[in-house]
C-alpha cells in the first residue's frame, strides 16, 4: 500500500468511527457481537452493531438471552446505548468484563448506574471505566417473550484498528490493485449509484476496510466486525441474510503520466458471483462466471497522475441455496439449488465436511491489476511437449498464442520467443481489427527442438524443473506486448486396460497416491504461501496428485505450487454429484467459462486430467461441450465425464476400513473417492471449540461435521479395537491409533496389488474439522499423515494382514539388487519371538513377496510386526510396524502394556532457510514404546510449532531400539521464540527433551 493510499484508509477509518455524543465515538461500531441464541439464521448479534436501525438482533423466546460486543482491546468507556428494535426487554442489565477472551470473557460486572429509557432506547451514563466487554442480558417475563436490538452503541476512547497480516498473492499484470486498499459496503446502505461511487472524489463513509483479493465475510472477519465462525458454534452468529446480499466494493488508484501513449485494460481474475464494473464514473460492463477471467479497455477513461476510482457491484447468487446445520446425529443436506447458478463456488452452500459459509463467498476474491500495451496484444500463450517414447532425448515444442490487432488498421510485425536461451522469432500480418492464432512448431523453427530436456516428473518419479519463455509482439521495432509462460518438459500417456484408467509420465507408467481437495480454505483466504505450505504436505506424504473436487480451487498460486512439488492435477469442472443439486441454468456461461478455464490453466505441467463431473455424467450438451473444448484447446490431457464410473472407480465408502479389507477389496482400481475419518489430535479439538464442550462428544461435534453414518462406524471400531474412551485426550489416542491402521494399509493395498492409483476422501480440511483429513485445519498431522507417508515410499516393505505375507515394492525406474529384508515379531510383552533375514533382487516398478509369517510362536493376544528393508551396503531403504491381534481387531490387551521408557537428545544445525533438528530417542526398556509422537511449541506463547516437519512421527521402537527423527523449521518460525520439544506416546509418558 502506498503513502496515498494508507493515509486515506485511516481518514477513512477516522471518520467511520464518528457517531458523535458528547465528543464522544461509538467504539462498538463495526465491532464483532456474540449472542447466547438468536431467532433465525438472519436476526444475529453483529446487526446490533453495524450502525443501521434495520437491521437487528431478536432473540429466541428463552428465560435468559444476551448479547455482548467485544470493543478489540481494554479502553475506557463512559456511555452505553441500547437501541431497542420492535420488542424492547423490561427486565435488562449492563455488565463490563475486561478479562478472558472474545468467545469467552469472564469476571462480568454489573453496571449500577440506572438507564435514562424511553421506548425506543436505554442510555447509560457511567464514570470513565475499562473495559473490553459489554452485555446487554435481557430476561423473559413469560415463555414468548423475546428482544429485539436494532444497535448497541458504546462511546469510550477509540482504540487502532489491528488487522491480521495481509495474504500476498503472485503479482500479476503491470500494476497490481490488490491490496488494502479497498472498501465494501452492504448495497442496501448505499444511496449512490456506481457512477458516482466510482468517482475519485467519492468518500466511503462508514465502509469497511477491505483487502482484495478477499471475499466480503472475510473482510467482516478481518475487521473484527463479526465472531470467527471457524470457532465452537460462531458460525451460528453470522448473519445469512445480511450477507448473502449485493455489496460494493471501491478503490482508488493513481497512473504515471508515463503510460499516456499505451493503451490500458482493467483485469479482474474472479468475481463471485457476478460484477457491474464502474471506471471513473463510466459503467464498464458486467463479470459473469466466478472462475472467468473479464478485461475492459479503460484508456479514455484513464486520468493519469491523478486518482482514479473504480466501483464494482457485487451481486449475490440467484439461488445461493439454503443454509445447512450439521448435528451429531443428523448430517443434513450435501449442496442444493446453487447448482443452478454454476459455474459457482458450489462447496460454499455447505457439505459434510463443511458448514454453509454465509453470502457464498460473493466478493472479489481473485487479483485486480492492470496492463498497459500498444494495439497488439498476445493472448493465451500456450507451450507444449511431446517426447518421441521411449527416447526421451528430445522434446518437440509446440508455442501458441493468440494476437489481436485493436487498431483499425493492418499491422505487420514479429512475434519474437526465448526458451533456454534459444531465441526465434515469427513473422505476422495482421487485418484491422483481426485476432489471430499463431501456432508454431519444431518443425518449423530448429530452436523448439530442445536436446537432452530438463524432464518434469511426478513427486517420488524425478524431479520438478520449469522452463521459462519470454513471447514479445513488436511492430515498427517498437515493444507492442509480451507475456512470459512458465511450462515443463512432460509427456503424459493414457491407456485403459480392463475398464481401468493408467497414467504413464515420459513413458513411465505411475501408481497414483493422492488425495481430494474439496476447497483450499472455506472462505477462499489462501495465499502463495498457504498453497505452497499445503501443497508442499502432499509432497511430504509422498502422494503424487490433488483432485480439484468440483473445481472449487481457482487461484493460479495452487498450480504454481502443484508445478513446483510434483503433484500431479486432477481437474474437476463445476458439476455436482446428480443428487447434490440440480443443472446448471446458463450452459452458454458454463461453457465459456471451461474454455477460459482451459486457456488460463493449461501451461502448468501438474493439469493431469480435465473432468467433467463429480460422480455422475454431465449433461449431454454440457459433456460434449467439454469434450470438445479439451480435445481442441489442451489436445496434451485426458477428459474424463465422470469421476466414478469407467474407466476410474468412485463413490468410496468414506469410513475407515480394516487393514485386511483393503488388501481384498481395493488396489486395482484407478479409485477416485476413499474415505477416511481421521479425527485431530487433541490440542487442536480445544483450538476449535471451548474446552468444556470437548467431553463428552456433543452436538458440537457434530457441527463440526462429527456426523453419521461414518463416525458411528468410526467410534464403534474404535471401541471394539481399543475399548471405551475415558475422555477426550484417551479419545484421540485411541482414534490415532486407527488413523494408522487404515489409511496405511489403503495405500500398501494399491502398492501390492499394483491398481492405477487412489486418491483419499480427503487429504485437506477446509476449516476446523474432526473428519476427512491427513493433517487438520491448524496443520497439526494426524497419524494418518504419517501412515500414507510411510505407505507411498517410492521403496517401501508392507506386510500384508490378509494373508501375512511382507513384500517389498519397487516404483523407481532402476533394480535393487542383493538387498536385505528382516522381519521380527514381538510379543505384547516385548519379547521378539520370531527373526527372518532374506536377501533378494526387487526389479523397477515390482512387488516382490519375501515370507509369510507365522505367529505361532507367541503366546499373547497381540503381535508386533517390525520390517526392514536395506541396501547390500546396510543403508535403510524402508522400514515400517504393524501390530496385530489374535483375535482380529481387538487389540484391548493394548490397555494393559507396561510403560516403555525413552531417552531423546537433540542437534541443531542453522542453515540459510531453515533450522534442520535432530531428535534421537531410544527405548531403554525391554517393553515396545507403542506410537510415540513428537511436538514443539514455542517457549514464550505455548503455541504448537505447526506444520512440524518431520522426516517420520508416531514412531514405535522395540526394546533397544533406536529412531532419529528429523525436523525441518523454516528460519521465519525458528526466528519468532525459542522452541522445545516434547514426545509422548501410547505407552510412554508425556516428556519435555532437554
Known amino acids: 500500500m502506498n503513502f496515498k493510499s494508507s493515509l486515506y484508509f485511516y481518514i477513512v477509518f477516522f471518520l467511520s468511527t464518528a457517531v458523535f455524543a458528547d465528543n464522544l465515538k461509538n467504539i ?67 455488565e463490563l468484563s475486561s478479562e478472558g477472551n472474545p468467545s469467552s470473557p469472564v469476571n462480568w460486572k454489573k453496571v449500577t448506574a440506572k438507564a435514562s429509557s424511553s421506548n425506543d432506547e436505554s442510555i447509560f451514563s457511567i464514570a470513565k471505566t475499562n473495559c473490553r466487554f459489554v452485555k446487554i442480558q435481557c430476561e423473559a417475563i413469560n415463555e414468548n417473550d423475546y428482544f429485539e436490538i436494532a444497535e448497541l452503541e458504546v462511546y469510550g476512547k477509540v482504540l487502532p484498528l489491528v488487522l491480521p497480516p495481509e495474504l500476498k498473492y503472485e503479482v ?53 466486525a463479526v465472531p470467527d465462525p471457524n470457532y465452537s458454534n460462531q458460525q451460528l452468529m453470522i448473519s445469512e441474510s445480511f450477507f448473502t446480499s449485493n455489496f460494493w466494493y471501491q478503490t482508488k488508484f493513481v497512473v504515471s503520466e508515463a503510460k499516456k501513449n499505451k493503451r490500458i485494460w482493467l483485469n479482474f481474475n474472479g468475481i463471485n458471483w457476478k460484477g457491474d464494473i464502474y471506471f471513473n464514473g463510466h459503467f464498464l460492463g458486467k463479470s459473469q462466471g466466478v472462475y472467468k477471467r473479464t478485461v475492459f479497455e479503460v484508456t479514455s477513461f484513464v486520468q493519469f497522475g491523478k486518482s482514479n ?17 450439521q448435528h451429531l446425529k443428523d448430517p443434513d443436506g450435501n449442496g442444493g439449488s446453487i447448482g443452478l447458478d454454476s459455474p459457482a463456488i458450489l462447496a460454499s452452500i455447505g457439505w459434510n465436511w463443511m458448514p454453509t459459509i454465509r453470502g457464498r463467498n460473493i466478493g472479489i476474491w481473485n487479483d485486480v491489476f492492470l496492463n498497459f500495451t500498444d494495439d497488439v496484444l498476445i493472448e493465451n500463450p500456450f507451450v507444449s511437449s511431446s517426447l518421441n517414447l521411449p ?87 517498437n515493444l507492442s506486448d509480451k507475456k512470459k509462460i512458465e511450462f515443463g518438459i512432460r509427456h503424459f500417456s493414457y491407456t485403459i486396460d480392463n475398464n481401468n484408467l493408467r497414467i504413464s509420465v515420459n513413458g513411465k507408467p505411475i501408481i497414483v497416491k493422492g488425495g481430494n481437495w474439496g476447497m483450499a480454505e472455506s472462505m477462499l483466504q489462501c495465499d502463495s504461501i498457504g498453497y505452497d505450505t499445503r501443497v508442499r504436505l502432499h509432497k511430504d506424504m509422498n502422494m503424487n496428485m490433488i483432485r480439484n473436487w468440483i473445481g472449487s480451487v481457482g487461484h493460479d498460486e495452487f498450480y504454481t505450487a502443484c508445478d513446483k512439488y510434483g503433484i500431479l492435477v486432477w481437474d474437476d469442472f463445476w458439476l455436482a454429484n446428480p443428487v447434490d443439486g440440480p443443472h446448471p441454468i446458463d450452459n452458454d456461461l458454463f461453457i465459456s467459462t471451461v474454455e477460459d478455464k482451459i486457456l488460463r490453466l493449461r501451461n502448468h505441467p501438474s493439469i493431469a486430467l480435465w473432468c467433467g463431473r463429480n460422480e455422475g455424467y454431465p449433461p449431454a450438451v454440457l459433456d460434449s461441450a467439454m469434450t470438445v473444448a479439451t480435445a481442441t484447446l489442451d489436445p496434451t ?41 481421521a479425527p485431530p489430535n487433541y490440542e487442536s479439538l480445544v483450538a476449535m471449540m471451548p474446552k468444556d464442550k470437548v467431553w463428552p462428544i456433543n452436538d458440537l461435534w457434530g457441527l463440526h461435521d ?15 479395537s481399543y475399548g471405551l474412551p475415558k475422555d477426550a485426550k484417551d479419545f484421540s489416542k485411541k482414534a490415532q491409533m486407527l488413523n494408522m491402521e487404515g489409511p496405511k494399509a489403503m495405500f500398501e493395498s494399491w502398492q501390492s496389488n499394483r491398481g492405477p492409483g487412489v486418491l483419499v476422501w480427503m487429504s485437506h480440511p477446509a476449516w476446523p474439522s474432526l473428519i476427512c483429513q491427513t493433517y487438520d485445519y491448524y496443520f497439526d498431522a494426524t497419524a494418518a499423515y504419517y501412515a500414507f507417508k510411510k505407505a507411498g515410499e517410492p521403496l517401501h516393505i508392507l506386510w500384508r494382514a490378509d494373508n501375512e505375507k511382507v513384500q517389498i515394492v519397487n516404483n523407481t525406474f532402476k533394480e535393487v539388487s542383493q538387498s536385505l529384508a528382516v522381519i521380527q515379531v514381538f510379543d505384547l510383552n516385548g519379547k521378539q519371538v520370531t527373526k527372518i533375514v532374506k536377501q533378494l533382487d526387487c526389479p523397477s516398478n515390482a512387488v516382490i513377496d519375501i515370507e509369510k509369517i507365522d505367529f505361532t510362536a507367541s503366546s499373547t493376544p497381540i503381535q508386533f510386526i517390525k520390517v526392514e528393508w536395506f541396501t547390500k551396503n546396510g543403508d535403510l531403504l524402508s522400514d515400517n510396524f504393524y501390530w496385530r491381534g489374535t483375535d482380529y481387531m481387538n487389540y484391548q490387551a493394548l490397555e494393559s502394556i507396561n510403560k516403555a521408557k525413552i531417552s531423546a537428545s537433540i542437534t541443531t544445525v542453522k542453515s540459510k532457510n531453515e533450522v534442520n533438528v535432530k531428535v534421537a530417542l531410544k527405548n531403554t526398556s525391554d517393553q515396545v514404546a507403542l506410537m510415540i509422537r513428537l511436538m514443539g511449541h514455542y517457549n514464550k506463547s505455548g503455541e504448537r510449532v505447526l506444520p512440524l516437519w518431520c522426516n517420520d512421527n508416531y514412531v514405535s521402537l522395540t526394546p533397544g531400539a533406536s529412531k532419529i527423527i528429523e525436523v525441518k523449521i523454516p528460519i521465519e518460525a525458528y526466528s519468532k521464540d525459542t522452541i522445545h520439544f516434547q514426545y509422548e506416546g501410547w505407552n510412554v509418558d508425556k516428556a519435555q527433551i532437554n
Open 28 to 94: 462498538a461500531l463495526h465491532r464483532a457481537c456474540y449472542q447466547s441464541n438468536a431467532s433465525d439464521y438472519n436476526n444475529v448479534a453483529h446487526l446490533a452493531t453495524d450502525g443501521h436501525l434495520s437491521t437487528f438482533w431478536r432473540s429466541k423466546k428463552e428465560k435468559v438471552s444476551w448479547i455482548y460486543v467485544d470493543l478489540g482491546g481494554v479502553t475506557s468507556v463512559s456511555k452505553i446505548i441500547v437501541k431497542w428494535g420492535a420488542k424492547k426487554g423490561s427486565l435488562y442489565s449492563v
Open 172 to 224: 500479476k499484470g503491470d500494476l497490481s490493485l490488490n491490496g488494502r486498499n479497498w472498501f465494501i459496503q452492504h448495497s442496501a446502505f448505499v444511496n449512490k449509484k456506481g457512477e458516482e461511487i466510482s468517482k475519485a472524489s467519492f468518500v466511503p463513509n462508514g465502509w469497511i476496510s477491505a483487502t482484495v483479493p478477499g471475499t466480503v465475510l472475510s473482510n467482516y472477519i478481518a475487521n473484527g
Open 309 to 325: 476510482g473504480i466501483a464494482v457491484l457485487i451481486h449475490k447468487n440467484d439461488n445461493p441455496g439454503e443454509v445447512t446445520e
Open 391 to 477: 527416447d526421451t532425448t528430445l522434446a518437440n515444442l509446440k508455442v501458441e498464442c493468440q494476437l489481436n490487432n485493436f487498431k483499425n488498421q493492418e499491422v505487420t510485425g514479429v512475434l519474437r520467443g526465448v526458451i533456454d536461451g534459444q531465441k526465434f522469432e515469427w513473422p505476422v500480418t495482421l487485418l484491422p481489427n483481426e485476432k489471430k492464432i499463431v501456432k508454431l512448431s519444431s518443425d518449423q523453427i530448429s530452436a523448439l527442438r530442445i536436446k537432452n530436456p530438463k524432464l518434469w516428473w511426478p513427486n517420488g518419479y524425478g524431479e520438478q524443473p520449469l522452463y521459462q519463455c519470454q513471447l514479445e509482439f513488436y511492430t515498427q521495432g
Open 637 to 677: 490431457r485426458f477428459y474424463l465425464s465422470s469421476s466414478a464410473h469407467s474407466p476410474v472407480t468412485g463413490l468410496g465408502p468414506y469410513e475407515t476400513k480394516d487393514s485386511k479389507w483393503y488388501f481384498t477389496e481395493r488396489g486395482t482400481t484407478f479409485h477416485s473417492e476413499q474415505g477416511i475419518v
Open 706 to 720: 462429527w456426523t453419521q453414518p461414518r463416525v458411528t462406524i468410526f467410534y464403534d471400531d474404535l471401541i471394539k
